[in-house]
């Protein structure tokens, strides 16, 4: 697997090339959002019901945070590159964008968010890619201001490609010590192509009645356990106090918003009998 | 950016101390049309500061009033005007304690820091 975060700082890599691509190659669009709403429904939060405030951590070009609106939520993303925030704002996001490094702390108030995501951006925190920079300062700094910012009992979730074992545990141990409970699931853990690693934190301890998220695709791993490891605090209980659902944005408002986004000149997909379909697990 | 993110947002630079919030805006206030979500703006009360949202509406010229109406939560055009996404496009944050501005262009925020501000 090509490690990009080897060669290049983040907002060098996710330049104006690559950022295209985020609305132009189909491929790339559909892994992201897939992996978008996996690490959506990790974090559950259905769980409380209603409309939340989510941050997205990474957010890109949107395309994540397009998956946060279409479940009826709404959201906040920071993002260190700018061309690809540029893409996020041409495509027209919900969300409003800040430019920043996560590195450098979360820079709201405390209690904000009521859950965050972030999709493929957490290992290039593993990486110094400037003179001052130290990895594991950069990790603490982030997981503490992150634990600040969301709410009591509000989860996190990153998918991620740990880069090795070590790696995995930097990451994980960083977490931990800043108050997070919780651990990996890890989907798909057989396939080398449809394997992803979620992180998924709780801001304290589960709430009352939280079920652990389980793993997909680890029928085989029964004897060991499976791959849902890690988890502390986790109370079983069977009163659900199961909220409202939040209202899921259905195919007619995926149409709409292509529609006023085609009358203002914009380059957008055409409506096709996959638009906002319900999207099924990774083909492996 | 929306006024009601700018709620949220607190100067991180090093050092600068317990007076980072609230932020002081400049800009021009930008409507845009949004569903209203009753239950959203509800729960976002909860965790709105009223008086810096009241002093964000006074910097950028829209009109709120100086304290929370007492039925705030059955007032609907209350809600809904907070609810409005007034964004700000161009412009800019100011922290009045430690003096750093942070630009917005093209409604995006820039809170990148340098190296002595980490
Ligand atoms: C695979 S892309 C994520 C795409 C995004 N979810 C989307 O929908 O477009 C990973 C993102 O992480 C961002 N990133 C990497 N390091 C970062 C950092 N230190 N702070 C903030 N964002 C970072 C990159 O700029 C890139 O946009
Ligand atoms: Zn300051």
Redesign the interface.
Known sequence: MSRPEHDAPPEIFYGDDEARKYTSNSRMIEIQTQMSERALELLNLEFEG????VLDIGCGSGLSGDEISRQGH?W?G?D?S?SM??VA?EREVEG??????MG??????A??FDGAISVSALQWLCNAD?S?HNPRTRLK?FFE?LFAVLAKGARAVFQFYPENPAQMEMITSAAMRCGFTGGLVVDYPESTRAKKYFLVLFAGAPPEGYETPKAKGEESMEEDGGQTVGYSKERKSHDKKKG?RSSVKDRDWVIKKKESQRKKGKDVRPDTKYTARKRSGPKI | MRILSHNMLQCIVKGCGAANYPLRLNGEAVHKESEYNEDFIKHMMSKIDYPALYQASQDVKIDLPSSLPEDYLDNEEFLKKIHDVTHIEEGGLYCNNCKRIYPIKNGIVNMLLNENEV
């Open positions: 209603g409309s939340k405030m709404y906040v920071l260190i700018k925030l540029d704002t409003d964008l800040f430019l920043a490094d450098d702390g979360m820079f709201f108030r209690g904000m400037k001052w700094k201001s409202k």
